[in-house]
């Protein structure tokens, strides 16, 4: 059974940088593809950037957070990180991961479905980031 447990959120000033880490517990992370989603008060969860399985390590990122935050594995530790830049107010949300068959990434799958909820299978509890002066 896969665990995952996020750590890394807290409090930031508009514009500063937090980086949040997906560790698994159980089993390797290396077959699964890993989504980060976001979740804000009175919305719907959202997904914000993915990752394929090892070795391909193809990213996908939705247009809210391009060019600010970067997906990575690290395979050493087994975790997924989300390296977040420029954070914005709205930004503010629990952050979850989400790990799941790597589906999307193959022919005849289309990667910009990897940020769909249904999309995974197993889920941390989720962690607070909140950007505000």
């Known amino acids: 059974q896969l665990q995952l447990v996020e750590s890394g959120g807290g409090l930031v000033q508009p514009g500063g940088s937090l980086r949040l880490s997906c560790a698994a517990s159980g089993r390797t992370l290396d077959d699964s593809a890993i989504g980060w989603f976001r979740q804000a008060p009175g919305k719907e969860r959202e997904g914000v950037a993915c990752?394929?399985?090892?070795?391909?390590?193809?990213?996908y990122y939705s247009d809210s957070v391009k060019g600010r935050f970067t997906i990575s594995r690290d395979n050493a530790r087994n975790t997924v990180d989300l390296e977040m830049n420029g954070l914005k107010p709205d930004d503010t949300a629990v952050y979850y991961c989400?790990?799941?068959?790597?589906?999307?990434?193959?022919?005849?799958?289309?990667?910009?479905?990897?940020?769909?909820?249904?999309?995974?299978?197993?889920w941390g509890q989720g962690i607070q980031v909140t950007v505000s002066s």
């Open positions: 990752v394929s399985d090892r070795p391909d390590g193809r990213t």
């Open positions: 989400a790990a799941g068959p790597p589906l999307f990434w193959r022919p005849p799958g289309v990667p910009e479905t990897c940020v769909l909820v249904a999309a995974y299978d197993y």
